[in-house]
């Protein structure tokens, strides 16, 4: 009787029975969709923390750089007007300072430490350019292209010439660990050759990103040329940490002018639980330095990962809470108008014997039955909306600082090149008035993802229980509202 | 046996007080056919209500072989009114979702009867009002003194003690009125009923054995209107 009953109810009340089903499927839809939409960025996020961060490491050490710290390699250039200049050098990231190799070691001794790894995070410059005519006691001019110049005595005349040529990121990788190393490497995967290995230490010799390797036409063989040597190509690995190069450390702090020094070192904790404790103990053993976790670097992701991160937690997550609730009160408030309509056909029920207990149980097994359907119709919505999300979504980008976290994100660095000659302090720039672009290192990496939101086991758990709850909460207003009725009011009430 | 003492029944109505009941002494012997006439207003459907436990009086006891209804926990009340108390109402008051068997069926649940003899006894109930040929039909399906006759077998079908009828044929034409008269006598006397009648048609007074008349509050008995049937 119970469930003959039950369906012929919500037969008779179908329309309004979808109605409720359907505010109910629409806030479980909305709050799956958010959920899988939250997970896929969640997922997306880590995606590319791990690209920039590498697998295993819980934590970058880096320091901020000290006013006029920044130091390139000595180079004398030969500034004659007329002059042509080629520069290829390697130059430690501007926006790290530097720390001494003892730290590494003095880190690998802390508590909660599984390992260390150093690295030089630098930028390899490749330039070409001619400096115009000097002519001595005229007025400043500004140099072919539209750049400023500032002249002190003196202006240049006659053609000058910029070539931007290329500027790649290189990343000294610590080997000596013997295995695969920590940071971005650690993370790459291995398309062709081999990676680098600890008897490379002190070899000239390179792997390189696939991406870089594709539009530089390089392959395992060929030769790259970092601050003037020629490094083999010995790997290519496929990763989207930002690194072009990747060269044994020992070498990287030769050539950039960083022997003894690092301005990155990579850190593993023993576990995530003691994160917080070894940034703390960090913090304390090396003065100065800024430690990173992968917190404090998701925080520092911008770009539209950011802004869909933001959308799914902020106004998915109180759209979709917004739509449940006013669908349960909508379910409630149409469940105790139900209930108003059949006072007579309760109280004719008391008056042959039923107790309260099971007219309730008879309106909350309606209502239970209509928060089922909506949860069905909702499971499915919500499946639905995830695959629309993947479907359409278009590939999220994310920018972060450099791999350290701690470097000033974003923004071109300027690259002055010296004085001219002549006594002049003006500096020059490139034809086009610009700065040069990535010229002082690789402040900003971006990496694309795909979000795709899936709906989780635990997200439909979810909506059951949602579903269940709206039913029971409507449920029971309306079987409060039953079981009040005295059966000679219920029955003396005119319909 | 029913035994009413002092029964009063007040309603607050704004601010003053409505005396519904204002003390019915009244005794039914089991078997008997009392009808309740009286002006609308006057107390006659909170008699019967008092008679069913349907409400309890403001003072005063309603007991039913003995047992007080107006002191009596609602649950117990509840089981006394699902054994032994059969109602038929003015508007019939039928499930309009469930089958004219199914709205039988109904009055059979609270006694914890099985599915298939509940379904049994409904279509014997149903045939004993001559509606054995509509067993599936929706109350919308049916005519007002088919409705009134599926009325009448969901009360029966219990095997009550006590039949209460609020204006059981108010709703219907006089021909349908004297047909549903005629088996609710045949009824009476075939089950040995303890029938209460509220009614404004003399009519049906008439076939009563006793007739009370219910003015502001109070019951005044008319004896026997008929020959007493044994």
Redesign the interface.
């Known amino acids: 009787m119970f469930f003959t009953y039950l369906r012929r109810e919500l037969r008779r009340r179908m329309r309004q029975a979808i109605f409720i089903a359907l505010g109910l499927a629409v806030g479980i839809g909305l709050v799956i969709t958010v959920t899988a939409a939250s997970s896929g960025v969640k997922k997306a996020q880590g995606t590319v923390l791990q690209n920039l961060y590498g697998v295993g490491t819980s934590a970058t050490v880096t320091k901020s750089p000290t006013a006029g710290s920044f130091t390139r390699p000595g180079r004398n250039f030969n500034l004659k007007p007329g002059a042509t200049v080629k520069i290829n050098q390697l130059t430690a990231t501007g926006s790290l300072g530097s720390l001494d190799d003892s730290a590494v070691t003095t880190i690998a001794k802390l508590n909660g430490v599984a390992a260390t790894a150093g690295a030089v995070t630098a930028n390899n410059v490749n330039t070409t350019f001619k400096i115009p005519n000097f002519n001595s006691g005229g007025s400043g001019g500004a140099p072919p292209g539209g750049g400023s110049g500032g002249g002190g005595g003196g202006s240049f005349s006659g053609p000058g010439s910029f070539s931007a040529g290329n500027q790649v990121t290189v990343n000294g990788v610590d080997l000596s660990s013997g295995g695969q190393p920590l940071g971005p490497l650690s993370n790459g995967t291995l398309t062709s050759g081999r990676t680098l290995k600890a008897s490379d230490a002190s070899s000239d010799l390179a792997v390189v990103d696939s991406s870089y390797a594709k539009s530089a036409n390089l392959k395992v063989g060929s030769d790259v040329t970092i601050a003037g040597q020629k490094f083999p190509v010995v790997g290519v690995v496929k990763d989207s940490s930002g690194t072009d190069i990747y060269i044994p450390l020992a070498r990287a702090q030769a050539l950039a002018n960083m022997k003894g020094k690092v301005n990155t070192i990579y850190v593993a904790a023993t576990s995530a639980a003691n994160i917080a404790a070894v940034q703390k103990e960090i913090r304390a053993a090396v003065p100065g330095s800024t430690v990173t976790t992968s917190a404090d670097l998701a925080s520092q992701v911008t770009g539209s990962l950011s802004s869909a991160s933001s959308l799914a937690s902020n106004l998915g997550k109180w759209l979709a809470i917004a739509v449940l609730i006013a669908a349960f009160l909508l379910a409630s408030l149409l469940t105790m108008a139900a209930v108003s309509r059949r006072v007579r056909e309760f109280g004719t029920l008391k008056a042959l014997g039923w107790r309260s207990r099971r007219i309730i149980g008879q309106v909350m097994g309606e209502s239970v039955a209509i928060g089922i359907l909506g949860g069905i119709a909702g499971v499915a919505l919500g499946f639905a909306g995830a695959a629309i999300i993947s479907g359409v979504a278009p590939a999220l980008t994310a920018a972060v600082g450099p791999t350290t976290g701690s470097a000033t994100p974003g923004g071109a660095r300027s690259f002055s090149g010296g004085a001219p000659p002549g006594g002049g302090s003006g500096g020059f720039a490139p034809p086009g008035g610009g700065g040069f672009a990535r010229t002082a290192g690789n402040a900003t990496h971006s990496v694309a993802v795909h979000l795709t939101a899936s709906v989780t086991v635990t997200a439909v758990v979810l909506a059951v229980v949602l579903a269940l709850a709206g039913g029971l909460i409507a449920g029971s207003f309306g079987g409060w509202r039953a079981a009040r009725l005295r059966p000679a009011a219920a029955l003396s009430r005119v319909e | 046996m029913y035994k009413l003492t002092d029964v009063r029944k007040d309603y607050q109505k704004g601010r003053g007080t409505v005396h519904a009941l204002a003390g019915v002494d009244l005794v039914i012997e089991d078997g008997e056919w009392l009808a309740i006439q009286g002006p609308t207003g006057h107390g006659k459907?909170t008699l019967l209500?008092m008679l069913?436990g349907?409400?309890r009086p403001t003072s005063g006891s309603v007991e039913l072989d003995g047992r007080d209804l107006a002191s009596m926990r609602e649950?117990a009340v509840?089981?006394v009114?699902?054994?032994s108390i059969g109602?038929i109402?003015q508007?019939f008051?039928l499930?309009?979702?469930?089958s004219a068997q199914?709205n039988v069926?109904?009055?059979l649940?609270?006694?914890g009867i099985g599915?298939a003899a509940?379904k049994a006894r409904a279509e014997v109930a149903l045939a004993s009002v001559g509606l054995e040929e509509r067993v599936r039909h929706l109350p919308s399906e049916l005519s007002g003194g088919q409705q009134q006759r599926v009325a009448i077998a969901?009360a029966l079908v219990k095997e009550p003690k006590v039949l209460l009828a609020d204006e059981p044929t108010g709703n219907l034409d006089e021909g349908t009125r004297d047909e549903l008269l005629a088996l609710l006598e045949r009824l009476w006397r075939d089950l040995g009923l303890t029938l209460v009648v509220v009614t404004h048609d003399s009519t049906v007074a008439r076939r009563a054995q006793r007739i009370g008349v219910m003015k502001k509050g109070r019951l005044s008995i008319k004896q026997d209107t008929r020959p007493a049937v044994p």
Do not use: K, M, S, W
Not at chain 2, 95 to 98: C, F, G, H, Q, V
């Open positions: 459907t209500q069913g349907l409400d649950t509840t089981r009114r699902a054994a109602f109402f508007t008051n499930i309009p979702t469930l199914e069926e109904v009055a649940v609270p006694l599915p509940r969901r």
